[in-house]
């Protein structure tokens, strides 16, 4: 069984500053995918960035980086240069060998200005 | 290129009705997923549909179904409805064919809620 975990119920952050989100999950597969999704308070969830378990290196996306730790088994969202618009809930999620996505309970970041 | 769009975005139905929602994919893309968002729960996932096929399911009662189309336009229904069925209903859709790194995007949600 697949589990995610996100141990940050929720965050602040101040404008202009990074922020690291945290993330950890739990697999017995060798080959899985890791997934950052932002849902605002709109509801909708936003694909932000992707990490593969066989990638070397780390993924960014723009300000989005992911702080990928194999050994550790966790997967720390980075978000630089923190702007009013990044505050929402974050959502960690993987996908292994069953293809069901698992998430997280998800992180509540509050940007001050 | 447009994004997942649902259909409605709110709902308002009282116990024992049934409700259907709507999802139409991303061009191209051939994989529907469901996910029940609630405060609770979180992010459930209640089923997969690829090609007009179940290819994966949730683990949720029988009340609640889906089908999809041949132009991947899927839909959900849910059958006597109870108020622990109110939520966020959240659609998302894929290529459907890169497995562990298949990357959904999601539409905007239905928020249902029964009284």
């Known amino acids: 069984a697949q589990k995610i975990t996100q141990t940050q119920p929720g965050m602040f952050v101040q404008e202009k500053e990074a922020v690291t989100l945290d993330c950890t999950y739990d697999t017995s597969d060798q080959s899985y995918g890791l997934f950052w999704y932002k849902q605002p308070s709109s509801g909708e969830m936003i694909f932000l960035i992707y990490q593969g378990s066989y990638d070397e290196q780390n993924a960014t996306e723009g300000r989005y980086s992911l702080n990928f730790q194999k050994a550790r088994k966790s997967a720390n969202l980075v978000i630089s240069a923190s702007q009013l618009g990044d505050s929402a809930m974050y959502f960690c999620a993987m996908r292994g060998g069953s293809y069901i996505p698992t998430f997280g309970r998800g992180t509540s970041l509050i940007v001050h200005p | 290129k447009a994004g997942v769009t649902q259909t409605p975005r709110y709902l308002i139905k009282t116990r024992g009705q049934q409700v259907t929602l709507s999802c139409s994919p991303i061009s191209g893309h051939r994989s529907v997923s469901w996910y029940q968002q609630t405060p609770g729960q979180g992010l459930q996932f209640l089923f997969e549909?690829?090609?007009?096929?179940?290819?994966n399911k949730g683990n949720f009662p029988g009340r609640f179904s889906g089908r999809q189309f041949s132009n991947s336009r899927s839909e959900m229904n849910v059958s006597t409805l109870e108020l622990g069925d109110s939520a966020l209903y959240l659609c998302?859709?894929?290529?459907?064919?890169?497995?562990?790194?298949?990357?959904?995007?999601f539409g905007p949600g239905t928020r249902l809620t029964v009284l």
């Open positions: 998302a859709s894929s290529f459907g064919t890169s497995g562990r790194t298949d990357t959904q995007y």
């Open positions: 549909y690829f090609s007009e096929t179940q290819r």
